[in-house]
């Protein structure tokens, strides 16, 4: 018995040396930028079994305060980082972070299937989501009540989109917030006068909305070839930050992202590379 138990311990005892040689590597932050950032851990890892890459979501604020708080290595984030939360970075760590481009992504705006509505402007949308429009029939829709459906407020999609399309006014109070882009196209597949907006890589079950920049200009929907030609209107980048210059595996990580095969995963989780 007394021998069981000095194997057992040794066995243990190799386990924990085996895995405190492992270099481990913290992300945290965008849910949007979730499953991306999983793919790209995983076919890291795949190649590096020496590195674990721990991947968690919980919205770009969460992922920002978690880089500020020491939490994580990398923070993932679908909006660019506040000048409150680069100071807050500076006071505890004398530097305002690095800011790392990734991918790009067209904010989508999503309905129904069966929605005949196809197109709206950038004021439309926004006149929308402040709840100065109610019935879709004021966009040359049906006489139907419009559902909103939007994200919570730790969502860097959240703060973008109030920010670029509503002019950094608040969202009209009956706006449904839901904890990540799947739970909202989740309930706008289900919801035939429901509204909502999320990354472009989530869109199943759901009809984009083609996004005109003024009344007099053509709509676009988000895709690879408007994009890259700037033509869609609500294009923003997706970022890791760090708290300083990345060194080590972290940076043969983040280097690996910005290689061709890194951002080939970029292309096939349904977002848009940088390069």
Do not use: H
């Not at 795949?46 to 919980?58: L, R």
């Not at 829709?141 to 939007?150: A, E, F, V």
């Not at 969502?155 to 799947?182: E, H, I, N």
């Amino acid at each position: 018995m007394k021998k069981v138990l000095f194997t057992l311990a040794a066995v243990l005892v190799i386990a924990a040396v085996v895995v405190s040689a492992k270099s481990i590597i913290t992300v945290k932050g965008s849910d949007t930028m979730v499953i991306l950032a999983q793919r790209w851990a995983e076919m890291y890892m795949s190649k590096n079994p020496d590195v674990v890459i721990q991947v968690t979501g919980g919205g770009s604020g969460t992922g920002i305060s978690a880089l500020i708080n020491g939490t994580t290595d990398i923070c993932n984030a679908s909006r660019p980082m506040k000048a409150s939360e680069r100071d807050k970075l500076k006071q505890r760590y004398n530097s305002l972070g690095v800011e790392i481009r990734v991918a790009k992504d067209g904010i989508s705006v999503y309905v129904n299937e069966n929605n005949p509505v196809k197109e709206l402007s950038l004021d439309q949308i926004k006149q929308i989501y402040l709840g100065n429009v109610t019935n879709w029939k004021q966009v040359g829709g049906p006489d139907q009540k419009i559902i909103l459906y939007g994200r919570e407020n730790s969502s860097g999609t959240y703060v973008y989109f109030r920010d670029f399309v509503l002019g950094g006014k608040d969202y009209s109070p009956l706006m449904q917030s839901l904890p990540g882009t799947a739970a909202v196209v989740n309930a706008v597949s289900r919801d035939a006068w429901g509204i909502g907006y999320g990354g472009a890589a989530y869109a199943k079950g759901v009809n984009f909305i083609k996004v005109k920049k003024d009344a007099q200009s053509p709509g676009y929907e988000p895709n690879a070839e408007t994009i890259a030609a700037n033509q869609y209107p609500i294009t923003r980048y997706l970022y890791m930050y760090t708290r300083s210059r990345p060194t080590g595996d972290m940076k043969k990580f983040i280097d690996w992202v910005l290689s061709a095969e890194g951002q080939e995963i970029v292309s096939k989780v349904g977002y848009f590379p940088v390069k």
